[in-house]
């Protein structure tokens, strides 16, 4: 039997619709991550205003990922840098559109110091393939059977790889960890705590 096709990708550094969630009126303060994910991209354009708390568990040139134990977001920032993985912050800023989810545009960042962050165990790789876990902390257990070095058009990316659980496959993009470290691990069993993340098109749609 052939493997089956990739069915998720993970950043290495880690989308629960809320139930029960009532939509936020323009005028509310949101507080709540959940809050957020549970609102349509067309509410989330009205710019409404947020202080979310989460911790960081993955970064990228213009944003990073928030994680507040059930909940993840993307935060966009263009000024001003963005925080380290695994520190707690108070992001202060508005609901935008995003691809597949709502995103927020941050306005002001308070770091509150580093935590340890509890990965969601996720037994099979099937769980990925909805989306429903985008943006959340994840351990997933394999076989390392494949690295690559990264494209020099894509700096933040330090290494991939392949991880494979009897036939399924998860693609794994490394931040922290050099090429060289991870193609020691290659034939290796691994575990691996990371950002879950999706690859959606422009009418946020799931592909990958």
Known sequence: MSPSPIISRIVLLSLTIGLGTRAAEPTDLIAEISTVRSMSNEDADTAVPVKLKGVVIQTDVNGFVIFDGSDGLFVQREEGGVPAYGREVVVEGVTERGQFAPVIRAKGITDLGEVDVVARKITEFSELESGLLDCQWVEVEGVLRSAQAPSSSVPHY????VLSSGTAQLS???????????????????????????????HG????
Not at 205 to 208: E, I
């Open 158 to 161: 330090s290494a991939y790889a």
């Open 172 to 202: 794994l993009s490394f931040s922290h960890t050099s090429f060289e470290e991870v193609q020691k691990w290659v034939g290796s069993r691994v575990r691996v705590r990371a950002a879950c993340g999706h690859y959606f098109n422009l």
């Open 205 to 208: 749609q799931l592909y990958g």
